[in-house]
């Protein structure tokens, strides 16, 4: 983009600020506040039907269990789903670094030992991610069970 039309693309965008801002002002005044005579004070307080931190504690204990309680019956299979998926592959890229850190052990000297050095940093490093995806996922789960708690009387 050239100086000149970096320019002309300024000078519409000052053009549409100002048009936004006088639209915006010349509209305030027809929203108005509401006065103190309509607005009515009820005696009674809210009670949450559900306990935030009870749902967190329920998921912390058993993933899933808090969307339960929540009432949130479809949340629970899909955090059970994606949980065993990322254990799943934790597993199988653990069992390929052991397999491949003993293979790169046996022939360290050997003519393959690059091939398995490399295979078994890949797999170290996929076992590794994985992880990290569980953990993000668990902590996501109580997150859900913390905001859905609190979202369930809305």
Same mark, same amino acid.
């Given at each position: 983009m050239n100086l000149k039309g970096f320019l002309i693309y300024l000078?519409?965008?000052?053009?549409?600020?100002?048009?936004?801002?006088?639209?915006?002002?010349?509209?305030?005044?027809?929203f108005k506040a509401q006065s103190k005579d309509s607005v009515q004070v009820k005696d009674t307080t809210f009670v949450m039907k559900k306990s935030p931190w009870g749902a967190v504690l329920r998921s912390?204990?058993?993933p899933g269990l808090g969307q339960i309680y929540n009432q949130s019956y479809w949340k629970a299979p899909v955090v059970?789903?994606?949980?065993?998926?990322?254990?799943?592959?934790?597993?199988?890229?653990n069992k390929q670094y052991k397999d491949n850190k003993k293979l790169?052990? &046996?022939?360290?000297?050997?003519?393959?030992?690059a091939y398995y050095r490399e295979h078994r940093d890949v797999a170290r490093d996929n076992r590794d991610l994985f992880?990290?995806?569980?953990?993000?996922?668990?902590?996501?789960?109580?997150? &859900?069970?913390?905001? &859905?708690?609190?979202?369930? &009387?809305?």
């Open positions: 000078m519409s965008l000052k053009n549409i600020t100002i048009k936004i801002l006088l639209i915006i002002l010349f509209c305030a005044p027809l912390a204990v058993v059970w789903g994606v949980s065993g998926w990322f254990v799943y592959n934790w597993l199988s890229f790169y052990s &046996d022939n360290m000297y050997g003519n393959h030992a992880a990290i995806y569980l953990g993000i996922t668990y902590f996501l789960n109580l997150v &859900d069970a913390y905001v &859905d708690a609190h979202l369930f &009387d809305f």
